[in-house]
């Protein structure tokens, strides 16, 4: 029976078994017979009303294949088992099968491997790890690059640990990571154990960034070229030593400056700045928000700290056509994308849609977030903070967004164990800093201020400085620019006027009053203003306005 069951072809493996309860040790067949490996059940299928057997044949006509040892790998039966990896062969030639499966469970692709080592694919083998549907989430993750290498790890830790491999060789690693980030972002840990080639040296050097360098781990393999190798040596032990020693990647960062021109001559004249929406000074005076640099925010409470954001983000995506990921964590989805379309339209939709026709509603939405170039994150009321950085690593490397939007940074350190607020802030800011500098992402971030006793209060017109930034000088030393908003909310002729101040600008180094903004009510929309030199009493010594 035994025999006669290996000679059977697989349709599907690891699945739940109703006889004895295991999760993943029944198999079915083409013939439509199951059996399970833990309790010993062989069910047939029942007979439908036609008199046939009732079976479930597969989207395409896969190969048949056979279980059994690879002897020439040092592969066991058991192994080939656990990942669905069977022989057969294909117009006449033998060949290994690697059964690649669906998120569910479900055969979707054959991976054939020929004598002379040439490939062949049968349905999608791409997407996905090859072993991937085996592992849900875990402690730590280990990669190969091969099928086989993946079989040779599993088998020497015991056919136990989470292993999976890229699925058509080193050069579809950098898509399966990004593909399936939110995936590997499951596991605690993921070590790549990839050959010692230049092939596998390249494959490690594309996926940097895509995971936090804390999480991404090498394994070095200096004694064979791969992992099976060390299994037909008989050494798995260095094998186990490298995987367990596994490093975090660190590229060869230290360089003669006479390798540098090659490199400095290819560079733009000037780094790409991505204009404010309004020509106002104080777009002249940082020239644009650049990719990999954070922009912070900042303003006295209810000064308009969203509604400038805002306007930015709707600039970057509708008007430079770039992609933008928005994390607005104090309002649903719905109303950062009523927001959107709000500017759009120059109506406040968010308060009332009366006079906007279905039509109306609807072009607007095609002409702005209909286009893809908005990716928002559906916080559901959940706040931790893991999960946020995740989110925006999978925005910048999968979603590809060339700006990040957050609003704001004291909500974003919630979910941080610290004991105090400067401590939350601090690991914050170094994480985003990270961010943008592994993947070229440019970042806009809120931020609030602390409240001042002996001077005006921010929400009256009071100047912004460095030093009233709330929770962390981090803050200031971490960000490359700086925009405060002004605004004197108790006044009565100019509480809808703001000032733009320019705090700190590492690219050009200025700093100082840039411009006003009036915001307007019935537009919903900020814009240009040119206020009375006696209404605001410039004063020469500070270079700003006092309102």
Not at 50 to 55: F, S
Not at 204 to 228: C, F, M, T, W
Not at 326 to 355: C, D, F, Q, V
Request: one cysteine or more.
């Amino acid at each position: 029976m035994e025999n006669d069951r290996l000679n059977k072809q697989i349709v599907e493996m690891h699945l739940p078994c109703p006889s004895c309860g295991s999760h993943d040790a029944l198999t079915t067949y083409a013939d439509g017979h199951s059996y399970c490996f833990s309790c010993k059940t062989t069910t047939f299928p029942k007979e439908d009303q036609g008199g046939g057997t009732v079976t479930s044949a597969p989207s395409c006509v896969f190969i048949q294949g056979h279980l059994q040892a690879l002897k020439a790998r040092g592969i066991t039966l058991a192994t080939c088992s656990k990942y669905g990896y069977v022989t057969g062969s294909y117009q006449g030639k033998p060949c290994h099968i690697a059964n690649y499966y669906d998120e569910y469970g479900k055969l979707k692709g054959q991976k054939l491997r020929f004598q002379d080592k040439t490939f062949k694919a049968i349905g999608s083998t791409t997407g996905t790890f090859y072993g991937q549907q085996l592992f849900a989430k875990g402690k730590r993750l280990i990669i190969t690059e091969g099928e086989i290498d993946c079989l040779t790890v599993s088998q020497i830790y015991g056919n136990i640990a989470c292993v999976v491999s890229i699925p058509t060789g080193a050069g579809s690693a950098k898509k399966t990571f990004e593909k399936n980030l939110e995936w590997l972002n499951n596991f605690e840990e993921v070590i790549v154990a990839f050959d010692s080639d230049k092939a596998g040296l390249d494959a490690i050097e594309s996926i940097q960034g895509i995971l936090p360098s804390e999480k991404l781990k090498v394994a070095r393999l200096q004694h064979y070229k791969d992992p099976n190798e060390y299994l037909m040596a008989n050494e798995g032990d260095k094998l186990v030593n490298a995987i367990d020693n596994a490093k975090s990647y660190s590229p060869s960062n230290i360089i003669n400056g006479s390798e540098l021109w090659e490199l400095l001559k290819e560079e733009p004249e000037e780094v790409r700045g991505y204009s404010l929406p309004w020509q106002i000074d104080a777009d002249t005076m940082i020239k644009g928000i650049r990719k990999g640099e954070i922009a912070l925010v900042t303003a006295g409470t209810g000064i308009g700290k969203s509604t400038f954001v805002r306007e930015i983000l709707y600039h970057l995506g509708v008007d430079q056509h770039m992609k933008v990921g928005i994390m607005m964590l104090e309002e649903n989805t719905r109303r950062t994308a009523k927001g959107i379309i709000g500017i759009h339209l120059n109506k406040p939709i968010h308060i009332s849609r009366a006079e906007v026709s279905d039509y109306e509603y609807k072009q607007a939405f095609d002409e702005t977030l209909g286009k893809g170039l908005f990716v928002l994150y559906n916080h559901f009321g959940s706040l931790e903070t893991d999960k946020l950085l995740n989110a925006m690593r999978y925005m910048a490397v999968s979603e590809r967004c060339d700006f990040l939007i957050l609003d704001h940074v004291s909500i974003a350190t919630s979910g941080i164990e610290a004991k105090n607020e400067t401590k939350m802030i601090d690991v914050l800011m170094t994480r985003l800093r990270s961010l943008v500098e592994e993947t070229g992402t440019g970042m806009v971030a809120i931020c609030h201020l602390k409240r001042t006793e002996d001077k005006k209060a921010h929400e009256e017109g009071g100047h912004v400085s460095l030093n009233h930034l709330r929770g962390s000088q981090s803050l200031a030393q971490l960000s490359d620019t700086i925009i405060a908003l002004e605004r004197n909310q108790q006044s009565e002729k100019d509480r809808d006027v703001m000032g733009i101040r320019i705090l700190k600008c590492r690219h050009t180094g200025n700093t100082g009053l840039g411009g006003f903004l009036s915001f307007n009510r019935e537009t919903n929309r900020l814009e240009k203003y040119q206020p009375p030199m006696e209404t605001y009493g410039f004063d020469t010594e500070d270079g700003g306005g006092e309102f």
